[in-house]
């Protein structure tokens, strides 16, 4: 089993920058595949990035030269740094590792 604690999520101004972090416990041998996803007001749930264990990276178009992330194989921990921040990013950001997921957590982007 794995539990992921995801943190730094918050309120912003347009054209800010957020990080979040994910950070994964519990059991477990390896993890192979890392990522975000979110859900906005009324929107459906949508990946947002995704890391391999090998450091391929995926993003959605909307957020290509924004965002970025990264993984800490030794803290099995994976980040998203968010910059420029849009109102449109304002959602729900859940983090997920293989099929584990965690509570998710608010990033509110101001205009």
């Known amino acids: 089993q794995v539990q992921l604690v995801e943190s730094g999520g918050g309120l912003v101004q347009a054209g800010g920058s957020l990080r979040l972090s994910c950070a994964a416990s519990g059991r477990f041998f390896n993890i192979n595949d890392m990522g975000w996803y979110r859900q906005g007001p009324g929107k459906q749930r949508e990946l947002v990035a995704t890391?391999?264990?090998?450091?391929?990276?995926n993003y959605v178009y909307s957020v290509k030269g924004r965002f970025t992330i990264s993984r800490d194989y030794a803290k099995n921990t994976v980040y998203l740094q968010m910059n420029n921040l849009k109102p449109e990013d304002t959602a729900v950001y859940y983090c997920?590792?293989?099929?584990?997921w965690g509570q998710g957590t608010q990033v509110t982007v101001s205009s």
């Open positions: 997920y590792a293989d099929t584990f």
């Open positions: 890391i391999t264990r090998g450091g391929g990276t």
